[in-house]
């Protein structure tokens, strides 16, 4: 049975992505988690985007974030293992040149090193939350209430900072355990459970479909993607 990558190997596969994709990919951190390991992100895009180390380039930026509850291997090991078939596709799978010859690709597979490394199988709460012990999924401001209950922590201020400097058009976080596809907004202003749009929503909404119909399971008879109207 395969393993989880650790830290070591994490950053050996990005180094090998750097040395077979040249032209196309590179690296850099965004910050240290709270223990010190590096958040590293690697990016994929065009040559001619290469030129440009910030957002001030004609491509749109995409993020791709895996790991932000660090015993939930699968996303972390899903954006690795996506980042190495990108970059062997690349001149060979017509749809995967063209994706990165247009979009400008930001690959963060690890938010929560730390969480990871104390990870423990059979133990679904062991590695969930950083080394403080702070849940990071619920540690960023929230649209109608404010800060949250625990201190921003480093994992959350640097990933926060990065999206500033980068302006994404798009974000997805893959996490595990559940079958299903979340977007904005997760919660309203009276806090009560209702349908909370936003100016995106049809966009939203037609992510999740897309996503949905692509996965194995979700888009069966069986299990239909639910979808409240407001």
Same mark, same amino acid.
């Given at each position: 049975?395969q393993?989880?990558?650790?830290?070591?190997?994490?950053?050996?596969?990005?180094?090998?992505?750097?040395?077979?994709?040249?032209?196309?990919?590179?690296?850099?951190? !965004?910050?240290?988690?709270?223990?010190?390991?590096?958040?590293?992100?690697?990016?994929?895009?065009?040559?001619?985007?290469?030129?440009?180390?910030?957002?001030?380039?004609?491509?749109?930026?995409?993020?791709?974030?895996?790991? !932000?509850?660090?015993?939930?291997?699968?996303?972390?090991?899903?954006?690795?293992?996506?980042?190495?078939?990108?970059?062997?596709?690349?001149g060979?799978?017509?749809?995967?040149?063209?994706?990165?010859?247009?979009?400008?690709?930001?690959?963060?597979?690890?938010?929560?090193?730390?969480?990871?490394?104390?990870?423990?199988?059979?133990?679904?709460?062991?590695?969930?939350?950083?080394?403080?012990?702070?849940?990071?999924?619920?540690?960023?401001?929230?649209?109608?209430?404010?800060?949250?209950?625990?201190?921003?922590?480093?994992?959350?201020?640097?990933?926060?900072?990065?999206?500033?400097?980068?302006?994404?058009?798009?974000?997805?976080?893959?996490?595990?355990?559940?079958?299903?596809?979340?977007?904005?907004?997760d919660?309203?202003?009276?806090?009560?459970?209702?349908?909370?749009?936003?100016?995106?929503?049809?966009t939203?909404i037609?992510?999740?479909?897309?996503?949905?119909?692509?996965?194995?399971?979700?888009?069966?008879?069986?299990?239909?993607?639910?979808?409240?109207?407001?």
């Amino acid at each position: 049975m395969q393993s989880n990558h650790d830290s070591t190997q994490f950053y050996r596969l990005f180094h090998q992505v750097l040395a077979d994709c040249p032209n196309q990919a590179s690296t850099y951190d !965004i910050g240290k988690s709270g223990n010190g390991q590096a958040l590293r992100v690697l990016r994929l895009a065009s040559a001619a985007s290469m030129q440009h180390s910030n957002a001030d380039n004609f491509n749109q930026h995409i993020k791709l974030v895996g790991g !932000i509850h660090g015993n939930e291997a699968v996303g972390r090991e899903s954006l690795i293992n996506l980042v190495q078939y990108f970059c062997s596709a690349y001149g060979h799978d017509d749809l995967i040149t063209k994706i990165i010859d247009t979009t400008d690709l930001h690959f963060y597979p690890s938010m929560n090193p730390d969480g990871f490394a104390g990870a423990k199988h059979g133990d679904w709460q062991a590695g969930r939350a950083n080394a403080a012990d702070v849940d990071l999924n619920r540690n960023f401001p929230g649209q109608f209430h404010g800060a949250p209950v625990d201190p921003i922590q480093p994992e959350t201020a640097a990933l926060m900072k990065w999206s500033k400097e980068w302006r994404f058009s798009t974000s997805i976080s893959l996490h595990g355990g559940s079958l299903v596809a979340c977007y904005p907004f997760d919660n309203t202003a009276s806090g009560r459970s209702k349908y909370s749009a936003t100016p995106d929503d049809a966009t939203f909404i037609f992510m999740a479909k897309t996503y949905a119909n692509a996965h194995p399971i979700m888009y069966k008879v069986s299990h239909p993607l639910k979808l409240n109207k407001p």
